[in-house]
């Protein structure tokens, strides 16, 4: 059998989890918003429409902070057709994703979906077709508290205490062709200071997010931060990343091994970052926002057959299986191992599109397999991250040499009574793992969960979870060692009481 050694020290302190990097997206697309958070015909509707089903698994996912409303959608959006009386809301065509937007979500319904929801929002801005006069007026909309044009009409529309979204995201994906109103880095770069100058006059209190590459494999990437933190960087607080995988080729060690390229393109950036810094003589740093991550590829073949022009299309929903939760797990390790730099990411999306959570229209609701790790994570890795020393056999792929079998993180949870190790075993094989936990005399092991499955292509559906964690016996710790048989192709948190 396959061996390692995890070494798990005090001392290797990564940094503070910031909460906010278990967040997600609900974006205007498909039945992420219609049929997803909003359903007023569901039995389960509460006065306002929404579903109390996904309130309730938002809240148990403790999702911290949710993007809205794109993505790719808000180049194209006109905040003012989504507040007030609901009737007199236009229907619009939405050409980032050729749907109707009838605009009957907007921002007041989605702040209130927030507050019911436990959790905060984060908002993006039009860098598309709009720019600074529309965001500074949002802004006002939002958080002014009142006695001007626009925090008027919020109270008059019925909210009467401002909305203080603290989180602003300027545009996205602005370097991508296919973003309405794309532009060259430098033409981005001064609307995106532009914009954040006046976004920040009207609340000195918020943080700007400004738009990184839409993915590494942009040939402008890295050349892109550069020029938009030349512009930015005394402006903003953080520079976006986004990063789908697929595992389009049916190679599911290559499709595991994408944490390798997940961590390099986070420390690239980073050094794309420090690079400006040095540059600027800055003593800011400046921190990620990794605000669309996830696995995304299952749709492709139904997405090109979609009917354009529907309202609340079923568009990207992808049906994720079991080899998918791995590499979601693995995603959750990479963001908790760079807690010092990233300090926001956003699982996208939540429901429907892309998302852990699945609904029918007017009917059930279930987890997809991705919700497993995400909830794990979000719920026991909160606290001061912890670097291991990972000791175990390597592999060579497609794509990567030497990666390691293992992908793993510990967390010294924010209770102060618990270190929680989350372990991603890459490998068809069990391996044989050992930890010193000498560094918390007298631990003990409180629960291990383990998530495998023998088909790796397996799914849930409405009707059938195949795909669950389950209590494990296989650790054991003894003399300040833990041991633990990892299987093959299984995702591990290991609870141990301090
Ligand atoms: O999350 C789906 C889409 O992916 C977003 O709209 C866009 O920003 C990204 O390309």
């Given at each position: 059998m396959k061996k390692a050694t995890l070494t798990l020290d005090r001392s290797y302190r990564v940094g503070k989890i910031d909460r906010r990097i278990y967040g997600s997206f609900i974006e205007h697309i498909g039945r992420a918003v219609y049929g997803g958070i909003y359903d007023p015909g569901h039995p389960l509707a509460d006065d306002q429409g929404f579903r109390k089903d996904v309130i309730a698994l938002t809240k148990e996912l403790m999702v911290p902070i949710v993007r809205y409303p794109g993505g790719n959608f808000v180049s194209g959006y006109n905040w003012e057709d989504g507040i007030g009386p609901k009737e007199l809301r236009p229907k619009r065509t939405e050409l980032a994703w050729f749907a109707i937007e009838n605009n009957q979500v907007g921002v007041d319904e989605f702040c209130e979906w927030a507050r019911r929801a436990n959790t905060?929002?984060?908002?993006?801005?039009?860098?598309?077709?709009?720019?600074?006069?529309?965001?500074?007026?949002?802004?006002?909309?939002?958080?002014?508290?009142?006695?001007?044009?626009?925090?008027?009409?919020?109270?008059?529309?019925?909210?009467?205490?401002?909305?203080?979204?603290?989180?602003?995201?300027?545009?996205?994906?602005?370097?991508?062709?296919?973003?309405?109103?794309?532009?060259?880095?430098e033409e981005y770069g001064r609307a995106a200071c532009e914009t954040a100058k006046v976004m920040r006059w009207v609340d000195p209190s918020i943080e700007l997010v400004a738009c990184g590459s839409s993915n590494s494999g942009m040939p402008t990437c890295y050349d892109w931060e550069a020029t938009v933190l030349d512009h930015t960087y005394d402006f903003v607080d953080y520079i976006s990343m986004h990063q789908y995988y697929g595992n389009r080729d049916n190679d599911t060690p290559n499709f595991l091994a994408n944490t390798v390229d997940m961590d390099?393109?986070?420390?690239?950036?980073?050094?794309?970052?420090?690079?400006?810094?040095?540059?600027?003589?800055?003593?800011?740093?400046?921190?990620?926002?990794?605000?669309?991550?996830?696995?995304?590829?299952?749709?492709d073949e139904a997405n090109a057959k979609a009917e354009k022009?529907?309202?609340?299309?079923?568009?990207?929903?992808?049906?994720?299986?079991?080899?998918?939760?791995?590499?979601?797990?693995?995603?959750?390790?990479?963001l908790i191992r760079n807690a010092d730099r990233v300090k926001v990411a956003c699982q996208a999306q939540l429901v429907n599109v892309i998302a852990p959570v699945m609904t029918e229209n007017g009917g059930r609701i279930w987890k997809q397999t991705i919700y497993y790790p995400y909830l794990h994570a979000s719920v026991y890795g909160r606290g001061t991250a912890l670097e291991m020393l990972v000791d175990c056999p390597k592999y060579d792929t497609k794509d990567y040499t030497d990666v390691p079998v293992l992908d793993a993180v510990a967390v010294e949870n924010e209770d102060g009574e618990h270190?929680?190790?989350?372990?991603?075993?890459?490998?068809?094989?069990?391996?044989?793992?050992?930890?010193?936990?000498?560094?918390?005399?007298?631990?003990?092991?409180?629960?291990?969960?383990?998530?495998?499955?023998?088909?790796?292509?397996?799914?849930?559906?409405?009707?059938?979870?195949?795909?669950?964690?389950?209590?494990?016996?296989?650790?054991?710790?003894?003399?300040?060692?833990?041991?633990?048989?990892?299987?093959?192709?299984?995702?591990?948190?290991?609870?141990?009481?301090?």
């Open positions: 905060e929002v984060m908002m993006a801005v039009n860098l598309g077709t709009r720019g600074a006069d529309a965001a500074r007026n949002l802004v006002e909309y939002c958080n002014f508290p009142s006695g001007t044009y626009w925090s008027d009409l919020r109270i008059q529309n019925g909210y009467r205490d401002p909305h203080n979204v603290k989180l602003w995201n300027l545009g996205n994906e602005m370097d991508g062709p296919w973003q309405i109103g794309h532009k060259t880095a390099h393109f986070i420390k690239n950036i980073e050094s794309v970052c420090d690079y400006v810094k040095a540059k600027k003589r800055s003593k800011k740093t400046m921190y990620i926002s990794f605000d669309e991550w996830n696995v995304w590829y299952h749709a022009w529907q309202e609340g299309p079923s568009f990207n929903e992808d049906i994720y299986n079991f080899e998918d939760a791995l590499l979601a797990g693995g995603m959750l390790i990479t270190v929680t190790v989350f372990v991603m075993n890459k490998s068809p094989e069990a391996v044989e793992t050992e930890c010193d936990l000498r560094d918390y005399p007298g631990c003990r092991l409180e629960e291990m969960l383990e998530m495998t499955c023998p088909d790796l292509k397996a799914v849930n559906t409405a009707d059938c979870e195949r795909v669950a964690p389950h209590p494990s016996s296989a650790a054991r710790i003894e003399d300040g060692r833990l041991s633990v048989k990892l299987e093959g192709y299984s995702w591990n948190v290991i609870r141990v009481r301090r």
